[in-house]
């Protein structure tokens, strides 16, 4: 190879060098933006075996660092995340009306710099199986008499009112306790048939206990109503945040008032027979995002509340 053709050769790799931090010098001269990453998919768990009507249900749900949950809707509900550990934590009520098949349930995260994206998911829920109950009773029991209208539904609103404002933080500790000692005498969805008429079916764990036996709070929150109501008496609820409430009834006592806070094993009443009841017993109820679920999916779900 002679001089000529060296000579040639370098000028190409110059030409070439040049080039090179041409481009690499151009987008810098011209700052274009960056192209930033879209929000990840989470990861998500969810309680598969309870997504079944009138039962408590869970979703726990991990993101990239720096990216977090804002909620989400299932059968046009809006539910809540917690954080637990590295995770976050959403409780699902699915209701007892909520037909079986396929339904659909979005999430939407947000990352630090405020950007905002939605991810769909398939839930399928399975269906209940309930007893039925055929009970006779006195005749007015059956339907209330027409004086009783007017409270009746009043004492609904009042109920529906303080379930649609629950604290913004979660209120709980651990595992919730079955309130009372005594024998469960009706669960929960059973079918109820009055003096073979179909009445709605039943809302919450019936616990079977004598006249005056302590009632305590399952777990902690702040008791949003005490009142004594033409179906369910004396009856407390008690707000644990996050949408999750705990309503007990047919007390013969109550020993909180409105706006108390409460310890999980605090006394609040003693079991009684007041309002609509056959006898002694305390009716235990648990609503989530609005629904009536069965008090004993919150055991299920314990080692998930925990913490
Ligand atoms: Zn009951």
Do not use: C
Not at 100 to 121: A, S
């Amino acid at each position: 190879m002679d001089i000529r053709s060296h000579i040639q050769r370098f000028k190409e790799r110059l030409g070439a060098a040049h080039l090179t931090v041409f481009l690499v010098a151009f987008p810098l001269a011209i700052s274009l933006p960056t192209i930033k990453e879209p929000i990840a998919a989470p990861e998500i768990t969810l309680w598969h075996s309870t997504v079944t009507q009138g039962n408590l249900t869970a979703i726990e749900l991990n993101t990239d660092e720096g990216v977090f949950p804002t909620g989400g809707v299932f059968m046009e509900r809006p539910f809540y995340f917690y954080k637990k550990d590295e995770s976050y934590i959403a409780l699902l009520g699915v209701g007892l009306s909520f037909v079986p098949g396929t339904n659909t349930m979005d999430i939407e995260l947000q990352n630090e710099d405020g950007d905002k994206r939605k991810f769909f998911y398939m839930i399928n829920i399975n269906e209940g199986t309930f007893k039925v109950s055929r009970i006779t009773v006195p005749k007015k029991m059956v339907n209330p008499p027409k004086n009783s209208m007017k409270r009746i539904i009043n004492e609904k609103e009042v109920l529906s009112d303080k379930l649609s404002s629950s604290q913004s933080e979660k209120l709980w500790e651990g595992e919730f306790i079955t309130p009372t000692k005594g024998k469960v005498t009706s669960r929960f969805g059973v079918k109820r048939f009055l003096n073979g008429k179909p009445k709605s079916p039943h809302s919450g764990l019936d616990i079977k206990a004598v006249k005056g036996t302590p009632v305590y709070s399952s777990n902690s929150g702040v008791v949003s109503l005490v009142s004594n109501s033409y179906f369910t008496g004396n009856t407390i609820v008690i707000d644990h945040g996050l949408e999750l409430f705990t309503v007990y009834a047919h007390l013969s006592k109550t020993k909180v008032k409105e706006g108390d806070k409460v310890k999980k094993g605090e006394r609040i009443g003693s079991v009684g027979s007041t309002g609509r009841s056959t006898g002694p017993h305390l009716h235990w109820g648990v609503k989530v995002n609005g629904m009536n679920v069965n008090p004993e999916s919150l055991r299920i779900l314990s080692s998930l509340l925990e913490g």
